[in-house]
């Protein structure tokens, strides 16, 4: 099993985006203009990436259209007071790597502790050093590594 930046686990230190909720009730997953998607993006990474304004009008459209949708998603996944993916934790039966950007800003990594509470097989933690929510995306093959020898040893 691999947990990258797990989104539905409680924290134990509150990220930004969760801190920014409880003071003021804004969703800054919500997205439904263009500068929120913009605000999103940076959200998302560490490294600002120039992406044309009609990528950020496209991704706006298509989320107002599900709105309520995500709007429950990230309550069930960071707001409730036991996240979805908490609930099961326990029932994982595999060894598990858990990785993590050093710098999320949507899941803080203190939540490794509870995820680690919750397990009854082996696991691995890995921070990645100037890492962000997506690093799937901007830490690729350190992430690939991890997983490879996660594989390699579960084999």
């Known amino acids: 099993v691999i947990l990258l930046c797990p989104t539905g ?13 409880n003071k ?14 913009k605000e999103l ?15 950020f009008e496209y991704y706006a459209n298509e989320y ?11 309550y069930e996944l960071i707001i409730s007071s036991y996240p979805l993916l908490e609930k099961y934790i326990k029932y994982i039966k595999s060894n598990v790597l858990i990785i993590f950007g050093e710098n999320d800003r949507i899941i803080d990594n203190s ?6 509470h919750e397990l009854n097989v082996k696991y ?3 921070i990645i050093s100037n890492g ?12 690939a590594k991890f997983i490879e020898g996660h594989i390699n040893y579960n084999s």
């Open 64 to 74: 107002s259209k599900n709105a309520d949708v995500y709007d429950k998603i990230f």
């Open 24 to 37: 003021t009730k804004d969703n800054l997953l919500s997205i439904r203009t263009t500068e929120e998607a």
């Open 124 to 126: 691995s933690t890995h």
């Open 111 to 116: 939540c490794i502790i509870n995820i680690i």
């Open 9 to 21: 686990v409680s924290m134990v230190r509150e990220s930004p985006v969760l801190k920014h909720y």
């Open 132 to 143: 962000d929510h997506i690093i799937h995306n901007t830490h690729f093959q350190e992430c």
């Open 41 to 55: 993006l940076y959200l998302l990474q560490c490294k600002y990436r120039f992406l044309p304004n009609c990528v």
